[in-house]
């Protein structure tokens, strides 16, 4: 079973990290590409219905079909930092809400890699809406679900 860990990145950011046996570059790939997002969502949220490119880029919009609480609806966000370097990648969108959700991949060693992901409320236009309905909570649970879920796939 991976080892999920909680990393302290300020107010109003959850963020987990846990290590995977996989090239940071297979594992920026995945995440690169949004239709393959529902492959890795662990908080069952997200559905396969995605329209946008086949690989994300800076600036690049892409709409996911969701249900949370019973209820489906669509959201577009726009990707806001790419970064594919030789030493760290990653990804980070924006929700038309305003807040972010990022991936960062660092290999670690040659075909492992630290993978942290994160929901940056801080940005967000109604923060304490989100507090409210235990947004932050939600989300740790379902990143925590989704990177042992990745950790698992590559065991």
Do not use: C
Not at 37 to 47: A, C, I, M, P, R
Not at 65 to 82: A, E
Not at 89 to 105: A, L, Y
Not at 134 to 153: D, H, W, Y
């Amino acid at each position: 079973m991976a080892s999920i860990e909680t990393i302290d990145q300020g107010d109003r950011v959850v963020a987990r990290r846990t290590v995977v046996n996989a090239p940071a570059s297979e594992l920026f790939a995945l995440v690169a590409d949004p239709h393959r997002h529902g492959e890795l969502d662990g908080s069952g949220t997200v559905k396969d219905t995605v329209r946008g490119p086949n690989r994300l880029t800076r600036g690049a919009k892409f709409s996911v079909s969701m249900k949370q609480f019973g209820v489906p609806y669509r959201i577009t966000s726009t990707v806001t930092d790419f970064r594919d370097d030789a030493d760290v990648k990653v990804i980070e969108w924006q929700h038309p809400m305003g807040h972010t959700w990022r991936w960062q991949f660092e290999e670690t060693e040659p075909g492992r890699s630290a993978v942290t992901e994160s929901f940056d409320y801080s940005t967000a236009k109604a923060p304490k809406l989100l507090e409210v309905f235990k947004m932050p909570q939600k989300n740790a649970q379902g990143i925590s679900s989704t990177l042992a879920q990745l950790a698992r796939k590559y065991t």
